[in-house]
T-cell receptor
Framework: GDSVTQMEGPVTLSEEAFLTINCTYT??????LFWYVQYPGEGLQLLLKATKADDKGSNKGFEATYRKETTSFHLEKGSVQVSDSAVYFCALSESGAGGTSYGKLTFGQGTILTVHP | NAGVTQTPKFRILKIGQSMTLQCTQDMNHNYMYWYRQDPGMGLKLIYY???????DKGEVPNGYNVSRSTTEDFPLRLELAAPSQTSVYFCASSYSLEGDYGYTFGSGTRLTVV
């Protein structure tokens, strides 16, 4: 079945540092890939997405590129802020292109990011 | 812009008690989902619905039931609560079958079974 693996956390950085959170996936078809962010006490919010190979999703300074050859979707940001402290989830959906998973998302285990001033 | 509304936000249950977690969305989304989030484990799908009157099991449906009588509402029922059901529960909805527009999540219900 489908699976998503994220790098072990937690990750602690100083403000303005470079961020990478690794994400790799296993899927039988051609999934769409997502990064969700969860701020303390809140539900998950869509951060960015990519629906096909070589697509780059971007939002709020975060970027991730859909790499089919390495089955990866690593999250990057050039300069993190204290306000980026949150839990980040990588996820995939195999509903497109004839899939039958009805939009169901498969999530990674989440990576806690803490940014210090 | 209410989005997805979940109630209650917190609840403590005793073993064997029952309760219903409420979920309402006002975006006219056909697709709705219930997930549970356990520490360090990501989110696991409990049940989902592709429209009013249609529901199906996800990865971890045991101990739960759902109904979908209207497009807006998708309540999750816990019968005979057990400590293993201590978790944070999230309801979500989606515009498209492919999920390409992403989900809209509620703010969650933190449930403790003692």
């Amino acid at each position: 079945g489908d699976s998503v693996t994220q790098m072990e956390g937690p990750v602690t950085l100083s403000e303005e540092a470079f961020l990478t959170i690794n994400c790799t996936y296993t899927a039988t078809g051609y999934p769409s890939l997502f990064w969700y962010v969860q701020y303390p006490g809140e539900g998950l919010q869509l951060l960015l997405k990519a629906t096909k190979a070589d697509d780059k999703g971007s939002n709020k300074g975060f970027e991730a590129t859909y790499r089919k050859e390495t089955t990866s979707f690593h999250l990057e940001k050039g300069s993190v802020q204290v306000s980026d402290s949150a839990v980040y989830f990588c996820a995939l959906s195999e509903s497109g292109a004839g899939g039958t998973s009805y939009g169901k998302l498969t999530f990674g285990q989440g990576t806690i990011l803490t940014v210090h001033p | 812009n209410a989005g997805v509304t979940q109630t209650p936000k917190f609840r403590i249950l005793k073993i064997g008690q029952s309760m219903t977690l409420q979920c309402t969305q006002d975006m006219n989304h056909n697709y709705m989902y219930w997930y549970r989030q356990d520490p360090g484990m990501g989110l696991k799908l409990i049940y989902y619905s592709v429209g009013a009157g249609i529901t199906d099991k996800g990865e971890v449906p045991n101990g739960y039931n759902v109904s979908r009588s209207t497009t807006e509402d998708f309540p999750l029922r816990l019968e005979l609560a057990a400590p293993s059901q201590t978790s944070v529960y999230f309801c979500a909805s989606s515009y498209s079958l492919e999920g390409d527009y992403g989900y809209t999540f509620g703010s969650g219900t933190r449930l403790t079974v003692v």
